[in-house]
């Protein structure tokens, strides 16, 4: 039986076995100390807000047995003609296995937590990721990481029209400067729901 359209609301607590927090791109070549001079606002941002925040929500999320998964860039194919013709166009991407395709030292997975390689801005075109999603059977998807303008406007959207909860933690997330970051969530606040760190804390169930 479905629901109704008028019992769908995007304010439903998180369920375990149906909740997953999904960590995107927060990698060495993504966030490394190479950023401080390059990208001085989103170092910045990163430092003091992002990885804190997303490794509160790491903790949680595990200690309520909630599902954890990472993506990173990284191509798949030694010369990286896996790419998504964009990332070629632009110059993106990490050799496999390399350092700064490693998600950073402070969010490490554990062994049974997935991480996926990418090679396209969104997770969906370019990962098994919805696949994984519905064999595991989540409904919700709380996503953090890199960039919101960029890969995290893309995994609410895609995530969103493939009939998912999408959750954005505004607040573990960042984009190259706080004025992008902020346009980002303007842009796709309709696709989902928007919370802090401490307000989703407040929603992960006790284990």
Do not use: W
């Amino acid at each position: 039986m479905t629901d109704s359209p008028s019992s769908l609301t995007r304010d439903r607590p998180f369920v375990k076995g149906r909740a997953a927090l999904l960590v995107i791109d927060v990698q060495n070549g993504t966030c490394g100390p190479a950023e401080v001079e390059a990208r001085p606002e989103f170092y910045k941002a990163t430092a003091l807000r992002v990885i804190p925040n997303i490794a509160a929500l790491i903790a949680a999320f595990r200690g309520a047995g909630l599902e954890i998964i990472y993506t990173v860039i990284e191509n798949l194919t030694a010369d990286g003609r896996d790419r998504s013709l964009d990332y070629k166009l632009s110059g993106m991407g990490f050799p496999k296995g390399s350092h700064e395709s490693q998600v950073v030292p402070e969010l490490a997975p554990l062994a049974d937590e997935l991480v996926l390689p990418k090679s396209s801005s969104s997770v969906f075109n370019s990962t098994n990721l919805d696949y994984l999603l519905r064999n595991i059977g989540i409904e919700d998807v709380v996503v953090t990481g890199y960039l919101t303008d960029q890969c995290i406007d893309h995994a609410v959207k895609d995530g969103a029209d493939r009939g998912y909860y999408m959750t954005c933690a505004h607040d573990a997330c960042a984009a190259e400067t706080e004025a992008r970051h902020a346009a980002a969530i303007q842009c796709f606040q309709g696709y989902c729901r928007l919370l802090s760190t401490e307000e989703l804390l407040d929603l992960v169930p006790l284990s």
